[in-house]
């Protein structure tokens, strides 16, 4: 599947073996996909348009698996073998669940996590970043990061 510009669902997102990437014609843009149920893929690969700086973010606003409608699945969850075109280690997926739990199990490379509760199995990677903070949604919309910083828990 390519995505040519944000995608809102309003139940659940299951992805079993699929592909997904951002029509190249976004350029360095990246494109959300907010999902208001959980996310769960297995062995699915992610990719954006081929620049540095375009990501797919994958969104959940859910508190998965605090919900009575989550039966036990995670906000998000990403399992299987690697998420990266060509079974590489450049993915440009990111994953957000700011009110539930983000799961990445076996194998999968990711390039940002956010969630409430992160949880994580087997061979993992989390290679955070720079381009990440200076993300330029398709369509010309987006947002710029004027300082941040690094807390402590």
Do not use: R
């Amino acid at each position: 599947m390519y995505l040519t510009g944000p995608i809102w669902v309003t139940g659940n997102l299951i992805i079993p073996n699929g592909k997904m990437y951002i029509d190249p014609s976004y350029g360095t843009g990246s494109v959300a996909v907010v999902v208001d149920g959980y996310i769960s893929t297995n062995s699915a690969t992610f990719g954006g348009t081929g620049a540095a700086s375009s990501y797919i973010v994958l969104v959940s606003t859910s508190d998965c698996p605090a919900s009575g409608s989550c039966g036990g699945n995670p906000a998000v969850y990403v399992q299987g073998g690697s998420n990266c075109p060509n079974g590489g280690t450049a993915c440009t997926v990111a994953l957000v669940a700011q009110n539930g739990t983000v799961k990445i199990h076996n194998n999968q490379i990711a390039q940002q996590a956010t969630a409430k509760k992160l949880e994580l199995y087997g061979s993992i990677g989390l290679n955070y970043s720079t381009n990440l903070a200076t993300l330029t949604f398709a369509k010309g919309t987006g947002w710029s990061v004027s300082s941040w910083q690094e807390t402590a828990n």
